[in-house]
């Protein structure tokens, strides 16, 4: 994950946000083409709670192998944007963003909803400003 912006997060199991092209789209050669189109999430006020990982699986952390329970678990391809705020995600839930998209996640009368806009380029991304001691992230 490249970009990322989260704010006020309760979390209670297992969280996982995925970008397929974390640094840029590879090109018919397989290089990469290094770019801010990539995937970008935003979590603000935001409840995740499920179950989580599998305490009593075999699990091999160090080289990524882990059983869940449940898990909510957000899947970025290229381009793409996931944005949720005042939202709780409860239970087992995969949510895939195809390149070219920007999922919006509301909570209307106790479910989440999905709005589904196309984009053609990154809505966001974090500028950099480096200062003596410090470097400050802006958007």
């Known amino acids: 994950m490249s970009e990322v912006d989260i704010k006020n997060i309760s979390l209670e199991g297992s969280l996982r946000i995925e970008a397929q092209d974390a640094l840029g789209r590879v090109d018919a050669t397989g290089?990469?083409?290094?770019s801010n189109e990539t995937g970008k999430c935003t979590l603000h006020n935001v409840i995740v709670k499920n179950r989580g990982i599998d305490r009593s699986a075999d699990n091999q952390y160090w080289s990524g192998?882990?059983?869940?329970?449940?898990?909510?678990h957000?899947?970025?391809?290229?381009?793409?944007?996931?944005?949720?705020?005042?939202?709780?995600f409860a239970g087992d839930m995969c949510i895939e963003v195809p390149d070219g998209y920007q999922y919006i996640a509301s909570e209307k009368n106790g479910s989440v909803e999905f709005d589904k806009i196309k984009i053609d380029r990154p809505s966001w991304s974090w500028k950099y400003t480096a200062g003596p001691d410090d470097?400050?992230?802006t958007r």
């Open 31 to 34: 290089c990469i083409e290094y």
């Open 65 to 72: 192998q882990i059983e869940r329970s449940e898990s909510f």
């Open 74 to 88: 957000v899947i970025l391809h290229g381009n793409a944007e996931f944005y949720a705020k005042d939202v709780v």
């Open 135 to 137: 470097i400050l992230l």
